[in-house]
T-cell receptor, first 113, second 112 residues
Framework: GAVVSQHPSRVICKSGTSVKIECRSLDFQATTMFWYRQFPKQSLMLMAT?????????EQGVEKDKFLINHASLTLSTLTVTSAHPEDSSFYIC?????????FGPGTRLTVT | ELKVEQNPLFLSMQEGKNYTIYCNYS?????LYWYRQDPGKSLESLFV?????AVKQEGRLMASLDTKARLSTLHITAAVHDLSATYFC????????????FGGGTRLMVKP
């Protein structure tokens, strides 16, 4: 149990375009999901906390207008990277809260050319 | 601001040897998590430590938590090549599974 999926697993886009990443909890409901970003050889950095039915809470330094988060249901949160630039290239990982644990998705590797 | 520090950041060891990875954190918490990450992959949950003195073991890995010292350890016994990965600890200061703060990670290489 406690499976979290992400789609797509890998995406390449051109600078200036937008990319949407989906995070789904497959076998449980998650009122809270989290979005992390990981640059090569670095740790995970929390970007935002996504709460179903309300606005996401962004960490300091994360632009909410650039990284749009929508938690439309108890099993789906989406992250849209708007007007992507090469410096947005990273590994994006979501997690869904289940009880006292966070269950992590497989990640999405974004490359902006 | 919660700080979580792991050491060492990089560890190269021979198969069959023992070693310990340390995770120190700066605020009170009695929930600590250990994860494994293989290159290009997401996180795999290894251990969830929920109280002072908690000790958990799985195969060649054993994790412990000392909340008074704000320290967790991940001990590797008789390392094998398959354990090569990056290991992260993460602390939840709010006791609700929210807002995990991750350590910097320990990249482990086990040489045959």
């Amino acid at each position: 149990g406690a499976v979290v999926s992400q789609h797509p697993s890998r995406v390449i886009c051109k600078s200036g375009t937008s990319v949407k990443i989906e995070c789904r909890s497959l076998d449980f409901q998650a009122t809270t999901m989290f979005w992390y970003r990981q640059f090569p050889k670095q740790s995970l950095m929390l970007m935002a906390t996504s709460n179903e039915g309300s606005k996401a809470t962004y960490e300091q330094g994360v632009e909410k207008d650039k990284f749009l988060i929508n938690h439309a249901s108890l099993t789906l949160s989406t992250l849209t990277v708007t007007s992507a630039h090469p410096e947005d290239s990273s590994f994006y990982i979501c997690s869904a809260q289940g009880g006292y644990e966070q269950y992590f998705g497989p990640g999405t590797r974004l490359t902006v050319t | 601001e919660l700080k979580v520090e792991q050491n060492p950041l990089f560890l190269s060891m021979q198969e069959g040897k023992n070693y310990t990875i340390y995770c120190n954190y700066s605020t009170t918490s009695d929930r600590l998590y250990w994860y494994r990450q293989d290159p290009g992959k997401s996180l795999e949950s290894l251990f969830v430590l929920l109280s002072n003195g908690a000790v958990k073991q799985e195969g060649r890995l054993m994790a412990s938590l000392d909340t008074k010292a704000r320290l967790s350890t991940l001990h590797i016994t008789a390392a094998v090549h398959d354990l090569s990965a990056t290991y992260f600890c993460a602390v939840d200061p709010d006791h609700a599974g929210n807002m995990l703060t991750f350590g910097g990670g320990t990249r482990l290489m086990v040489k045959p």
